[in-house]
Protein backbone atom coordinates (compact mmCIF):
# COMPACT_ATOMS: atom_id res chain seq x y z
CA UNK A 1 0.00 0.00 0.00
CA UNK A 2 1.70 3.45 -1.12
CA UNK A 3 0.12 5.88 1.00
CA UNK A 4 -0.30 9.35 -0.52
CA UNK A 5 0.07 12.01 2.44
CA UNK A 6 -1.24 15.79 2.21
CA UNK A 7 0.57 17.66 -0.51
CA UNK A 8 2.37 14.27 -1.67
CA UNK A 9 2.02 13.02 -4.90
CA UNK A 10 2.86 9.02 -5.98
CA UNK A 11 3.08 7.65 -9.25
CA UNK A 12 3.16 3.89 -9.65
CA UNK A 13 3.12 1.31 -12.41
CA UNK A 14 3.61 -1.62 -10.14
CA UNK A 15 0.64 -3.86 -10.42
CA UNK A 16 0.71 -5.45 -7.54
CA UNK A 17 0.31 -1.76 -5.25
CA UNK A 18 -2.58 0.03 -3.92
CA UNK A 19 -2.54 3.76 -3.97
CA UNK A 20 -4.53 5.41 -0.95
CA UNK A 21 -5.11 8.94 0.85
CA UNK A 22 -7.17 9.26 3.72
CA UNK A 23 -9.23 11.97 5.33
CA UNK A 24 -10.11 14.13 2.33
CA UNK A 25 -12.01 17.10 3.46
CA UNK A 26 -11.73 20.35 1.73
CA UNK A 27 -8.35 18.86 -0.18
CA UNK A 28 -9.37 17.23 -3.47
CA UNK A 29 -7.51 13.94 -4.71
CA UNK A 30 -6.36 13.66 -8.53
CA UNK A 31 -5.95 10.54 -9.65
CA UNK A 32 -4.48 9.67 -13.31
CA UNK A 33 -4.45 6.04 -14.63
CA UNK A 34 -3.36 5.08 -17.83
CA UNK A 35 -3.98 1.34 -18.82
CA UNK A 36 -1.46 2.16 -21.91
CA UNK A 37 1.28 2.66 -19.85
CA UNK A 38 0.17 1.06 -17.14
CA UNK A 39 1.06 3.88 -14.65
CA UNK A 40 -1.52 5.58 -12.00
CA UNK A 41 -1.05 8.49 -10.14
CA UNK A 42 -2.44 10.61 -7.37
CA UNK A 43 -1.66 13.53 -5.44
CA UNK A 44 -3.67 14.53 -2.12
CA UNK A 45 -4.17 18.63 -3.27
CA UNK A 46 -4.62 20.90 -0.24
CA UNK A 47 -4.91 24.64 -2.26
CA UNK A 48 -5.75 25.90 -5.40
CA UNK A 49 -3.02 27.90 -5.60
CA UNK A 50 0.06 28.44 -5.38
CA UNK A 51 0.55 32.59 -5.15
CA UNK A 52 2.96 33.47 -3.48
CA UNK A 53 6.79 33.00 -3.79
CA UNK A 54 6.60 32.30 -0.21
CA UNK A 55 5.41 29.41 -0.90
CA UNK A 56 8.10 27.99 -2.74
CA UNK A 57 9.91 26.23 -0.05
CA UNK A 58 6.84 24.24 0.44
CA UNK A 59 6.06 23.40 -3.15
CA UNK A 60 9.81 21.95 -3.09
CA UNK A 61 9.07 19.39 0.14
CA UNK A 62 5.04 19.02 -0.40
CA UNK A 63 4.69 18.94 -4.95
CA UNK A 64 1.26 18.42 -4.66
CA UNK A 65 0.32 21.19 -2.31
CA UNK A 66 -1.08 23.25 -5.22
CA UNK A 67 -3.74 22.63 -8.04
CA UNK A 68 -1.55 24.95 -9.95
CA UNK A 69 1.58 23.44 -10.05
CA UNK A 70 0.66 19.52 -9.69
CA UNK A 71 -1.83 19.45 -12.61
CA UNK A 72 0.05 20.15 -15.33
CA UNK A 73 2.94 18.12 -14.15
CA UNK A 74 0.80 15.17 -13.95
CA UNK A 75 -0.51 15.51 -17.01
CA UNK A 76 2.63 16.22 -18.76
CA UNK A 77 4.15 13.54 -17.11
CA UNK A 78 1.68 11.13 -18.54
CA UNK A 79 1.08 12.61 -22.27
CA UNK A 80 4.73 13.58 -22.77
CA UNK A 81 6.98 11.76 -21.00
CA UNK A 82 5.07 8.32 -21.35
CA UNK A 83 3.35 9.00 -24.29
CA UNK A 84 0.02 8.72 -23.47
CA UNK A 85 -2.51 9.80 -25.59
CA UNK A 86 -5.62 12.04 -24.18
CA UNK A 87 -8.23 9.22 -24.99
CA UNK A 88 -6.19 7.10 -23.23
CA UNK A 89 -6.47 8.79 -19.61
CA UNK A 90 -8.82 7.89 -17.25
CA UNK A 91 -9.00 10.93 -14.42
CA UNK A 92 -10.66 10.89 -11.33
CA UNK A 93 -11.41 13.78 -8.81
CA UNK A 94 -11.95 12.74 -5.33
CA UNK A 95 -12.95 15.25 -2.28
CA UNK A 96 -13.55 19.19 -2.32
CA UNK A 97 -16.00 18.54 0.52
CA UNK A 98 -18.29 21.75 1.62
CA UNK A 99 -17.56 23.11 4.98
CA UNK A 100 -20.29 21.82 7.47
CA UNK A 101 -20.05 25.63 9.16
CA UNK A 102 -22.39 27.75 8.21
CA UNK A 103 -19.57 30.52 8.43
CA UNK A 104 -16.98 28.99 6.44
CA UNK A 105 -16.05 32.06 4.17
CA UNK A 106 -12.77 30.48 2.75
CA UNK A 107 -15.14 27.42 0.34
CA UNK A 108 -11.63 26.37 0.20
CA UNK A 109 -13.08 23.16 -1.32
CA UNK A 110 -15.27 24.53 -4.09
CA UNK A 111 -12.23 26.69 -4.82
CA UNK A 112 -10.11 23.30 -5.20
CA UNK A 113 -12.64 21.51 -7.46
CA UNK A 114 -13.29 24.73 -9.50
CA UNK A 115 -9.32 25.42 -10.38
CA UNK A 116 -8.83 21.49 -10.97
CA UNK A 117 -11.44 21.13 -13.52
CA UNK A 118 -10.38 24.56 -15.25
CA UNK A 119 -6.70 22.99 -15.34
CA UNK A 120 -8.12 19.28 -16.78
CA UNK A 121 -10.43 20.98 -19.34
CA UNK A 122 -7.33 23.51 -20.43
CA UNK A 123 -5.58 19.96 -21.45
CA UNK A 124 -8.65 19.09 -23.31
CA UNK A 125 -9.21 16.23 -20.74
CA UNK A 126 -12.59 14.59 -19.52
CA UNK A 127 -12.75 13.57 -16.09
CA UNK A 128 -15.05 12.14 -13.77
CA UNK A 129 -15.84 14.25 -10.84
CA UNK A 130 -19.17 12.69 -9.60
CA UNK A 131 -17.58 11.91 -6.06
CA UNK A 132 -16.97 16.02 -5.34
CA UNK A 133 -18.53 18.49 -3.15
CA UNK A 134 -21.25 17.50 -0.45
CA UNK A 135 -20.47 17.19 3.59
CA UNK A 136 -18.46 13.69 3.48
CA UNK A 137 -14.56 13.38 4.42
CA UNK A 138 -13.02 10.22 1.98
CA UNK A 139 -10.88 7.68 2.00
CA UNK A 140 -9.95 7.02 -1.37
CA UNK A 141 -7.68 3.74 -3.17
CA UNK A 142 -6.78 2.88 -6.62
CA UNK A 143 -5.16 -0.19 -8.07
CA UNK A 144 -2.45 0.30 -10.44
CA UNK A 145 -3.29 -2.68 -12.47
CA UNK A 146 -6.18 -1.28 -13.69
CA UNK A 147 -6.98 2.14 -12.28
CA UNK A 148 -9.83 0.96 -10.10
CA UNK A 149 -10.97 3.91 -7.57
CA UNK A 150 -13.05 3.11 -4.12
CA UNK A 151 -14.27 5.12 -2.07
CA UNK A 152 -15.12 4.78 1.35
CA UNK A 153 -17.47 8.24 2.84
CA UNK A 154 -17.42 9.45 6.43
CA UNK A 155 -19.12 12.30 7.93
CA UNK A 156 -18.00 15.00 8.79
CA UNK A 157 -16.92 16.05 12.30
CA UNK A 158 -16.75 19.87 11.98
Known amino acids: MLNVGIGEVVISNDPSETIVTHALGSCVALIIHC ?3 KHTA ?3 IVLP ?7 QALYKMKPG ?3 SDIVPLMVNYFLKKLGC ?3 QLEIKL ?4 VSSQETDRFLVGQKNIAMVRHLIRAYGLKMDDTE ?3 RFSR ?11 HVKRQNMIL
Open 139 to 149: TVTVKVSNGHV
Open 94 to 97: VGGA
Open 49 to 55: ENSSTRN
Open 65 to 67: YFA
Open 85 to 87: SKS
Open 42 to 44: MAH
Open 35 to 37: NHA
Open 132 to 134: TGE
